[in-house]
């Protein structure tokens, strides 16, 4: 019934989604010559594949269900004696001018998100202190997604994920980078390495339903787990056949293509369905929740990035005086981020770096406010809200000029203690 083939996602692969970017680094630009997916050896390919598969000049063309009917291209090589088996997505020389080659859209999509989660370890891993070239290329992953959720496109709009895709190709052949630092070997013990084992637990699949076309896609090592008769054998990419309906896998397809035919009987049972629409919620909500943290997570580090350099894994908070390890500093919000206009989330003086000792959350609950540059405690707030230790910290704090208020000079901005004070203003307005 479903025939699935699947391989675990290296990060040599991941990177080769982002050889449009120019790089003087000769192992980029050597990478640039052969790029396409290399899916394993070519012993006994018809048993894997179920047919015999052409070379170079001859490939073999898969009909993929949910990729702008741009077929999968497949062939043999032999180099040096060794022989693979190579699926192509030649996209990365300029979309313009690879208009006859295979375009894999939905792994493009999935590897800037990957990569995202990467870069966001990465940072961590690093203590905060990304060096320009790192930085720059973090702004574009974050940029190229942002570009994505602009679009409001959903997963299985696969032509507009297509044409997102042609349009960020053409972006990072713009950009020039130095990429040497994403250049790590297996079993390194780099800060860069260790991100990636944190992060990578991802398997490219492509699965076939019946007669249907395939489905291409990722799903991660748990899920993997889920579907596989059989232990999961990491080493080789691998393929399985499954004879019986199965609602996990179903899950998966119905991920990458556009199903109008869910209450279709013919081909479901009524109590799969259920099943299927119960799980499905569940993971929508995990999703939602990953994705929102996720969001917040790289909102945080764009805002620390724009305000400190990164020379310094520690900041002053702006309300205790305190220095603290980046970690702990949350860059706060004086007017309710949700209640802000769009021009007001871009301006800077929005935000000012609090504590997560104390300060950020007394802040954003209006234990606090700060009147003109000044910390105060909101007498408003009922007194059985504080506690002694509360109290006393808030006594602490209270009259300490707010750093970093007014005419503080970071990277290419000033602070505005103006501006500060209309956003603090409506804060303690909502806080009365
Ligand atoms: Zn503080």
Redesign the pocket.
Known sequence: MYSIKYRKLIFSQLRRYFLAIQSPYEDWKGLKKDHALEWGQIKATTQNWGFEIGDKNNPTEIELANNNNHPLKIWTTNNKGRKYLKINQQYHYGAEKDQNNVKVAVWFYHSIYIMQEIMISYEKIKNYKFDTEEQKFFEYINESINRFDNLKISKNQHNRIYSWMEEEIKNMSKISLDMSWCFTGKKSETPFAEACNEVLDHYLILIKKNDNKTICGTITKKELIKILPQPLNDKQPANIEINEQNIYIEEIINRYYLTNNLFDQTSKNIKNIEIYKSSNLENNYEELERVYKKKQRVEQSQLRAKYFDNDSSNID?A??G?SMNKRFVWMAHLKPRKSCTKIEKKDLNVVIP??K???DDLYEEGHIYIDDGIVKKNNFKSSNLFTKAMLDYVSEITGNKVKYWDGYEFKGFITNGLKRKRYCTYHYEKNR
Do not use: A, K, L, S
């Open positions: 908070c309300v205790c305190r609090m504590c000792f104390g300060c």
